[in-house]
């Protein structure tokens, strides 16, 4: 059988691991890092059918510029003399029409549910990672808001989701896990979530079952190209024959990909979160205070509250006081009994979403390298379309017809 090296793992990369030995592939991975704390691992952790709107939609350009005077604010753009960034600049102002939208949509529902449906069936082998079905909340506080996230939920239950508009009492009646402080929400109820942590654990193990090789702490620096196949990996410690290379290396993928000579645009969507553990006051459904673009997520006993997207570069490592300042004032403003502080630095988690300027993954074969698939630019929806990446990820290998329709994904 032949030999797959995949590059990169996260969720993306290790999912991608798991399609193609279940169908009997030899599989390798690297990762530069220990593969403990990375994007895939601190995020909130929701699998979100109902997210079907991708960033670059209309009005995000001025929302954004008025965002980027405000330093507590959810979304900012780090301002740099930049090529790739004006290049991602200019991508992401063309495709932030209706026309995108209308056709992203579909898409991204198709694939969302299908990784719901691989999530079920992970969840019946073994429910250690906390898989839940409570849906997803969208709670308000401005009329403004509700009108926004109603259209949006009108526009997914055109799309056969589940979803229901309750007034504030409904929301309280709904969340008893504690007091809110909100004129209404919307309960998608498609939605489920689960403890990243535990599920980066679980499909570990999995891929050990497997017979996956895991060559964490080892970078990918090269490549030896022959007849326009990738041949060999050169890497920090040795080089690796291979007959079929996935690149899954998230907001690394534009450095690596110009080893290739493929041009990939994606910039970092710097977010941050922290998590509260054993907590037994807490929201008991996973919601998002819409105002302040904050992610809240119940994870078995703990909490964990995420948020803010700083489109920057991956050797900006700083946590934003100011940022994380606005995560805990929103928690404060929704939650009136909660009474957040602010987290310690060394509590902060961040990480680097993979943003693509039109806001789809890229699931794709490269159309020069013959044994090249790229699987990256998840943004904020990775661990969500995870699975059915993977298992794209093994169609697109194995000669199969797809899940579902790629052609949104293509490079
Ligand atoms: C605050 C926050 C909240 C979020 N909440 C959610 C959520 O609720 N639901 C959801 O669906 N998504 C969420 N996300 C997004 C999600 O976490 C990401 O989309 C996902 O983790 C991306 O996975 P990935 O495997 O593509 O990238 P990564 O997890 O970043 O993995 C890429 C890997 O490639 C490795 N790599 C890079 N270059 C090299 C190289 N040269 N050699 C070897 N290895 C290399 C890196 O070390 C890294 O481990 C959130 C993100 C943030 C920041």
Redesign the pocket.
């Known amino acids: 059988m032949k030999k797959v090296s995949i590059?990169?793992?996260?969720?993306?990369?290790l999912c991608s691991a798991y399609y193609l030995a279940k169908e009997g592939y030899e599989v390798v991975v690297?990762?530069?890092?220990d593969?403990n704390d990375?994007?895939?691992y601190?995020?909130?952790?929701?699998?979100?059918p109902s997210h079907i709107i991708p960033l670059a939609q209309p009005g995000m350009i001025a929302q954004g510029i008025k965002w980027m005077f405000d330093s507590h604010s959810p979304f900012y753009v780090k301002p740099r003399l930049n090529a790739d960034l004006m290049k991602w600049g200019l991508l992401f102002y063309k495709h932030a029409n209706l026309k995108h939208v209308e056709k992203a949509m579909p898409a991204l529902c198709d694939l969302s549910l299908l990784s719901k449906e691989l999530y079920q069936d992970f969840a019946k082998e073994s429910n250690s990672f906390f898989y839940e079905e409570k849906g997803l909340l969208m709670l308000y506080k401005t009329d403004k808001t509700a009108e926004e996230i109603h259209h949006e939920g009108k526009l997914a239950e055109a799309l056969g989701l589940e979803v229901d508009f309750l007034s504030k009492e409904e929301v309280s009646k709904l969340e008893k896990g504690t007091a809110t402080n909100v004129i209404g929400g919307v309960h998608y109820k498609s939605d489920a979530h689960i403890y990243p942590q535990k599920f980066m654990q679980f499909i570990k193990d999995e891929l050990n079952r497997l017979n996956v090789k895991i060559h964490s702490q080892?970078?990918?620096?090269n490549f030896v190209i022959k007849n326009n196949t990738v041949a060999e990996i050169v890497t920090d410690k040795g080089t690796f024959a291979t007959d079929e290379i996935v690149l899954?290396?998230?907001?690394?993928s534009p450095e690596?990909a110009k080893k290739l000579n493929i041009n990939i645009s994606i910039l970092p969507?710097?977010?941050?979160?922290f998590t509260l553990k054993g907590q037994n006051h807490k929201p008991s459904i996973p919601s998002i205070l819409c105002e302040g673009k904050v992610?809240v997520?119940p994870m078995n006993t703990d909490i964990r509250f995420?948020?803010t997207m700083e489109i920057t570069h991956t050797k900006d490592t700083k946590i934003n006081q100011n940022r994380l300042q606005g995560i805990v004032n929103s928690i404060n403003d929704f939650y009136p009994d909660l009474k957040i502080e602010m987290p310690k630095e060394e509590d902060t988690w961040?990480?680097?979403?993979?943003c693509t300027p039109s806001g789809m993954p890229i699931i794709a074969r490269d159309k020069k390298l013959k044994n090249l698939t790229v699987v990256?630019g998840?943004?904020?929806?990775?661990?969500?379309?995870?699975p059915a990446s993977g298992k794209i990820v093994s169609e697109i290998i194995s000669e199969k017809p797809t899940s579902v329709d790629t052609q949104m994904f293509q490079l």
């Open positions: 590059i990169g793992g996260g969720i993306i990369g690297f990762d530069k890092s593969m990375g994007c895939s601190g995020n909130a952790g929701m699998i979100v080892t970078t990918v620096n899954a290396t998230g907001s690394w690596i969507g710097k977010g941050y979160s992610a997520t995420g948020g961040f990480g680097f979403r993979p990256t998840h943004a904020m929806m990775g661990l969500s379309l995870a």
